[in-house]
């Protein structure tokens, strides 16, 4: 057969990413392009029956922390299996470049603390092949993925690079110090880098609770950065704000965020969650957002479509009594012997009488005040209904909630999993974050693929969105057609990735084929698969007939191929 097309795919119902109304059509593909919407006659070597299935973008996930994990692997889950074909690395502030030899052992610790990734996966998966942010990004562009990949270059590695060990104790920058920021953030985004990140917030600190360097830097310090982008021509800008976690002034977070849109002449973010003790805020942000977007300033929010926490498990970073004496005793246990040993009586009791202890008072916050934590379930349930939660499961049952939670933990051997919802969840409900998800300045995000390796698993994200919000909600649904905008075109075009996002002839064939009847999402679960035996969540999901990347295969039904089509992507001043 003389094919006309590398690949075909036929029948299908197109979500194009530009949110117009799904219309059935074929979509062809050649040289990893689309070439031709619509009826097409010609053949393809490949063709993929789509028939009853949607054909949408692959989606690209703007909020993820591969930076390392590009350095040692070739499949970048537990994104890539969820329908995302490109991620952007590098935010909130932490990364590994730029990095002299002696300053890299403060970076895993910023990692390990910020991230929730192990030092030793770090220590023994990171190459450490470059010094520059440059460099950085000519080693990864080396190398071959199932997805393409993109970075900012982090505030905290720049502070540490100009700066060292004063950086790292967060002293005051000089204007020298600023100087060398800005041609850092310039060269950087000439060379490839997607925009800056950098991080205000109080609850990003190393493992023995030192906050991140980034945290706390003078306002003068983040306009330097924009000055970089300025001088680049390009690039966008990143932060999670002092108000993620402390300073609840809307205001105040505004006026910084208005500074940097004007200082830099480009595109900001910012990371928008609700907090049970300032609910108010994201309404009050939004607000203010409107109104700076009137003033011809591009700021946005970066929502997440879920509640969202940290996930307890025997076999994962956290649970109540993670830091509790007698449990320590038996942590370092096989799982079995350590479900054995929980079980008795003694044991139990002398765990359930402690409190935990731990220099980082962040990591006591996580495992405190849990009474909103629930059992997840498989398939999850991220919004449980009042009575499912552990604090009134204790009321009902006349016990003591640390009870409930370690009999819940025991549950299938050991393996269950529960999530304490730290944002948005406050209300018992996910109204507020209906209202940040159809806001036309958010951008759907936040899923930090590549980190939390032990406590979250949140890039499954856009599995969620189609399950929960356009198919299977009774109230507040959200039209498939948005849905696939804001995970693909939208997210594009926020980092200026112009090539991609949307089917349509001359755009990259990035494709996903959905059985969107059969979609589901199951419950994370750990593997430990990383460098050094490291743990890692991974979420599976049902119904992605075929993903295409650059118009290969990576994956059908849900398992990975041999194409490995992804890259290095250089942002647009580079390009």
Excluded at 429 to 444: G, R, S
Excluded at 493 to 501: E, F, I
Aim: a negative charge; hydrophobic letters at 40%.
């Amino acid at each position: 057969m003389n094919a006309e097309f590398d690949v075909v795919i036929r029948g299908g119902t197109v979500v194009d990413g530009t949110g117009a109304p799904p219309r059935k059509a074929d979509v062809a593909i050649v040289g990893g392009k689309i070439a031709g919407v619509g009826e097409v006659s010609g053949k393809g070597r490949e063709e993929i029956d789509a028939t009853g299935q949607l054909v949408t973008p692959g989606f690209v996930d703007i909020h993820t922390h591969y930076d390392g994990q590009v350095t040692w692997e070739h499949r970048l889950m537990p994104s890539s299996n969820h329908g995302v074909t490109t991620v952007v690395a590098g935010n909130c502030g932490v990364g590994f470049a730029p990095c002299r030899p002696h300053q890299r052992d403060t970076l895993l610790r910023v990692m390990e603390g910020v991230e929730d990734i192990p030092e030793i996966v770090m220590a023994e998966g990171i190459p450490w092949n470059w010094e520059t942010f440059p460099e950085y990004l000519d080693a990864v562009a080396n190398r071959r993925y199932d997805i393409d990949f993109a970075a900012h270059v982090p505030h905290s590695a720049i502070r540490v690079y100009v700066m060292g060990e004063r950086g790292e104790k967060r002293e005051a920058a000089t204007p020298e110090d600023l100087r060398r920021m800005t041609e850092i953030v310039r060269e950087a985004v000439r060379a490839g880098a997607i925009g800056v990140s950098t991080s205000h917030h109080l609850g990003h600190r190393s493992v023995d609770g030192q906050l991140a360097p980034s945290v706390g830097s003078h306002a003068d310090e983040i306009r330097a950065l924009a000055q970089g982008l300025r001088e680049a021509g390009g690039g966008v800008f990143q932060i999670i704000t002092e108000g993620y976690y402390g300073n609840s002034n809307p205001e105040a977070q505004m006026a910084l965020l208005r500074s940097i849109a004007q200082t830099s002449g480009r595109p900001v973010s910012y990371t928008l969650m609700q907090k049970s003790h300032i609910p108010d805020v994201p309404e009050k942000m939004l607000a203010l957002t409107r109104q700076a977007q009137a003033d011809g300033l591009p700021i946005r929010a970066q929502v997440y479509p879920r509640p969202t926490g940290v996930l307890y498990g025997l076999s994962l970073s956290y649970h109540p009594f993670r830091f509790h004496p007698s449990y320590l005793a038996i942590h370092d246990l096989p799982l079995p012997e350590r479900v054995k040993a929980m079980r008795d009586p003694a044991r139990r009791k002398a765990i359930l009488s402690e409190k935990g202890e731990h220099t980082n008072p962040v990591s006591l916050m996580l495992v405190q005040n849990y009474e909103q934590a629930f059992a997840l379930g498989d398939p999850p349930n991220y919004e449980p209904k009042p009575e499912q939660l552990i604090g009134n499961i204790a009321k009902r049952r006349g016990l003591d909630i640390a009870e409930v939670a370690y009999d819940l933990l025991l549950e299938d051997e050991g393996n269950a999993t529960l999530l304490y919802p730290v944002s948005n969840f406050a209300a018992g409900n996910a109204d507020l974050v209906h209202t940040m998800l159809v806001d036309e300045n958010t951008l759907i995000g936040l899923g930090d693929g590549g980190a939390h390796y032990g406590m979250i698993c949140d890039s499954s994200f856009p599995t969620s969105l189609l399950v929960d919000w356009t198919r299977d909600r009774e109230n507040d649904r959200v039209p498939v057609e948005m849905a696939v905008q804001r995970l693909s075109r939208n997210n594009a075009l926020a980092v200026g990735l112009t090539d991609r996002g949307t089917i349509a002839e001359g755009m990259k064939a990035d494709i996903n084929v959905i059985d969107y009847a059969r979609l589901r999402l199951h419950a994370p679960r750990p593997v430990f698969d990383l460098p050094a035996g490291g743990r890692r969540l991974t979420q599976a999901a049902d119904g992605y007939t075929a993903t295409l990347v650059s118009g290969e295969v990576t994956y059908r039904n849900g398992v990975p191929t041999e194409a490995l089509p992804g890259r290095l992507v250089r942002g647009r001043v580079a390009a």
